[in-house]
Nanobody
Framework: EVQLQASGGGLVQPGGSLRLSCVAS????????IGWFRQAPGKEREGVAC????????HYSSSVKDRFTISVDNAKNTVYLQMNTLKPEDTAIYYC???????????????WGQGTQVTVSS
């Protein structure tokens, strides 16, 4: 069974950085995309970044573009989300997910990790 484990969250001051990790196991070839999503209290879950495991194509939401970077380490079967210049509005639970389609829509992903809390506050 496909399993994804997100980690690396924590409390950071505005302007700081965090790197989230998503370790995947039990992959099928059909699950070729990994996405990072976040959900803040009282808000809808939104796509943050996604990456194709086959060719490295990546997409970002407008709110994080040029601040966040998604990458993959195939040897470790791990996808990372490097988050720089963090803002209070980035505070949310961050989830990684796998799917067959490279999109930023949560609905298109079928396997989800447990999530990791990111809090940006002074």
């Amino acid at each position: 069974e496909v399993q994804l484990q997100a980690s690396g969250g924590g409390l950071v001051q505005p302007g700081g950085s965090l790197r989230l990790s998503c370790v995947a196991s039990g992959f099928s070839f059909a699950d070729y995309a990994i996405g990072w999503f976040r959900q803040a209290p009282g808000k809808e879950r939104e796509g943050v970044a996604c990456i194709s495991l086959s060719d490295g194509t990546a997409h970002y939401s407008s709110s994080v573009k040029d601040r966040f970077t998604i990458s993959v380490d195939n040897a470790k079967n791990t996808v990372y989300l490097q988050m720089n210049t963090l803002k209070p509005e980035d505070t949310a639970i961050y989830y990684c997910a796998s799917g067959e389609v490279l999109t930023m829509m949560p609905f298109d992903y079928d396997h989800w990790g447990q999530g990791t809390q990111v809090t940006v506050s002074s």
